[in-house]
């Protein structure tokens, strides 16, 4: 196997998953897909492409460091890092085309850190025996595919030759299907919008107001989406964030399982990526079924959005906390801000007559902002009179964002 070339990734322990991982590997060449045997066993000797010697080798302290100690736990995470490290160089020579992985616990430790180093749109594939618990540690906020084997990954037999079978040619499909590249001079300028179900409409309009001129990626805002969008943002794949749906923030400090964590709109405080948002669905804290829910919240205000998510509506101090934190994230930022409040409403549910509607509680959000905001040249507060999914609200975020990102002839000729 020419190992320069670019090709399909076939990575685990082939001392103990030799088996299917050699199956996998001939399906994907009897699809005519290139492939790389690479063990990553921290007591192997098969026969593959790369040995396991050769990739414990780009650990930072050896071979030995990987292969030359006793402990199971430790050796692990070394070859996991060594893993990391060959990949990343790798990547860089054009030599990756795509991945695919087996493993229990250990293995998908071993690869996953791997895996999430190629970038989106590289197939990646798991096949791991942790599939059908919590995926988030490995997966992160990739597009990693994972798949469930059904029987341990130990012994080929009906069951698991169809699985690995299934996944194997998945991503042979997703190797030798790609979706065309976009065409130089064709490409627009990305940019990302958060939405809840509850801001759909305001997303959604803003989305259809941009599409001539830009190229409008939503991200859900339950956490992972949030994460999402602040990397992409952060590694220069966004022109601008249109943050519409900050409920991350609120979930975050109220501890909701919407949480994103604290580095929430970073990518505009640390790099200055221009940022156009708003406070939609801050109004809310997300929690699971109804029935889990902690005893201190149940007087609490609550709509039931389906059997495993229940929202909890804002109190006026959580609203004026996720406010705080919100201009404190924007006064940071060394490029463009243009922050939009909808007195009218800040979700489908805040509105006269429904569920969540408490202006108290939202002239406590628009307060903090207020008093906390530092308004300047590049840095605006408009307090609007429309709900968020007013038409009128909508119009009035895409004019924003027109007026902050430059198109591209505008760069073009601005350049010259």
Same mark, same amino acid.
């Given at each position: 196997?020419?190992?320069?070339?670019? =090709?399909?990734?076939?990575?685990?322990?082939?001392?103990?998953?030799?088996?299917?991982?050699?199956?996998?590997?001939?399906?994907? %060449? #009897?699809?005519?897909?290139?492939?790389?045997?690479? !063990?990553?066993?921290?007591?192997?000797?098969?026969?593959?492409?790369?040995?396991?010697?050769?990739?414990?080798?780009?650990?930072?302290?050896?071979?030995? =460091?990987?292969?030359?100690?006793?402990?199971?736990?430790? =050796?692990?995470?070394?070859?996991?890092?060594?893993? #990391?490290?060959?990949?990343?160089?790798?990547? @860089?020579?054009?030599?990756?085309?795509?991945?695919?992985?087996?493993?229990?616990?250990?293995?998908?430790?071993?690869?996953?850190?791997?895996?999430?180093?190629?970038?989106?749109?590289?197939?990646?594939?798991?096949?791991?025996?942790?599939?059908?618990? !919590?995926?988030?540690?490995?997966?992160?906020?990739? !597009?990693?595919?994972?798949?469930?084997?059904?029987? !341990?990954?130990?012994?080929?037999?009906?069951?698991?030759?169809?699985?690995? $079978?299934?996944?194997?040619?998945?991503?042979?499909?997703?190797?030798?299907?790609?979706?065309?590249?976009?065409?130089?001079?064709?490409?627009?300028?990305?940019?990302?919008?958060?939405?809840?179900?509850?801001?759909?409409?305001?997303?959604?309009?803003?989305?259809?107001?941009?599409?001539?001129?830009?190229?409008?990626?939503?991200?859900?805002?339950?956490?992972?989406?949030? %994460?999402?969008?602040?990397?992409?943002?952060?590694?220069?794949?966004?022109?601008?964030?249109?943050?519409?749906?900050?409920?991350?923030?609120?979930?975050?400090?109220?501890?909701?399982?919407?949480?994103?964590?604290?580095?929430?709109?970073?990518?505009? $405080?640390?790099?200055?990526?221009?940022?156009?948002?708003? @406070?939609?669905?801050?109004?809310?804290?997300?929690?699971?079924?109804?029935?889990?829910?902690?005893?201190?919240?149940?007087?609490?205000?609550?709509?039931?959005?389906?059997?495993?998510?229940?929202?909890?509506? #804002?109190?006026?101090?959580?609203?004026?906390?996720?406010?705080?934190?919100? =201009?404190?994230?924007?006064?940071?930022?060394?490029?463009?801000?243009?922050?939009?409040?909808?007195?009218?409403?800040?979700?489908?549910?805040?509105?006269?007559?429904?569920?969540?509607?408490?202006?108290?509680?939202?002239?406590?959000?628009?307060?903090?902002?207020?008093?906390?905001?530092?308004?300047?040249?590049?840095?605006?507060?408009?307090?609007?009179?429309?709900?968020?999914?007013?038409?009128?609200?909508?119009?009035?975020?895409? %004019?924003? @964002?027109?007026?902050?990102?430059? #198109?591209?002839?505008?760069?073009?000729?601005?350049?010259?």
């Amino acid at each position: 196997m020419n190992t320069d070339a670019p =090709a399909a990734w076939v990575v685990g322990t082939y001392d103990t998953k030799g088996d299917e991982l050699h199956y996998m590997a001939a399906l994907l %060449r #009897s699809a005519g897909v290139p492939v790389l045997t690479v !063990d990553i066993g921290t007591r192997s000797k098969s026969d593959v492409d790369m040995p396991a010697r050769t990739v414990a080798a780009y650990h930072p302290l050896g071979a030995d =460091a990987v292969l030359g100690v006793d402990d199971r736990g430790v =050796a692990v995470t070394a070859m996991g890092e060594a893993l #990391s490290a060959l990949v990343r160089e790798k990547l @860089v020579q054009g030599q990756i085309a795509g991945m695919i992985g087996a493993g229990g616990s250990g293995g998908s430790a071993m690869i996953a850190p791997a895996m999430r180093l190629l970038p989106i749109g590289r197939p990646k594939l798991l096949v791991s025996t942790m599939a059908a618990g !919590d995926m988030a540690p490995y997966v992160d906020v990739v !597009d990693m595919t994972s798949v469930y084997p059904v029987t !341990d990954i130990a012994g080929l037999n009906r069951l698991s030759r169809s699985v690995l $079978a299934n996944a194997a040619h998945a991503l042979a499909g997703m190797l030798l299907f790609a979706a065309p590249a976009v065409a130089p001079g064709h490409d627009k300028p990305a940019i990302g919008l958060t939405m809840f179900g509850v801001t759909t409409p305001c997303v959604q309009a803003v989305r259809g107001l941009l599409a001539d001129r830009f190229d409008p990626q939503i991200f859900h805002a339950n956490g992972p989406g949030g %994460r999402t969008i602040e990397r992409l943002a952060a590694a220069g794949m966004l022109e601008a964030i249109v943050d519409i749906t900050t409920t991350e923030v609120g979930q975050h400090l109220a501890g909701g399982i919407c949480d994103a964590g604290p580095t929430r709109l970073d990518a505009a $405080a640390r790099y200055g990526v221009p940022w156009i948002g708003s @406070v939609g669905a801050l109004d809310m804290i997300n929690w699971g079924a109804r029935e889990t829910i902690a005893p201190q919240y149940r007087e609490r205000i609550f709509h039931v959005h389906n059997a495993n998510v229940t929202l909890m509506r #804002s109190t006026a101090q959580e609203m004026a906390a996720a406010g705080l934190r919100i =201009a404190e994230q924007l006064n940071r930022s060394p490029g463009p801000v243009r922050l939009l409040l909808p007195a009218g409403g800040v979700s489908m549910l805040d509105a006269p007559g429904l569920p969540f509607h408490d202006p108290a509680a939202n002239a406590a959000l628009f307060d903090a902002l207020q008093s906390t905001f530092v308004a300047s040249e590049t840095h605006q507060l408009d307090v609007l009179p429309w709900h968020i999914n007013d038409p009128t609200f909508a119009q009035t975020v895409a %004019r924003h @964002v027109q007026e902050v990102v430059p #198109s591209p002839l505008e760069r073009e000729t601005a350049a010259n």
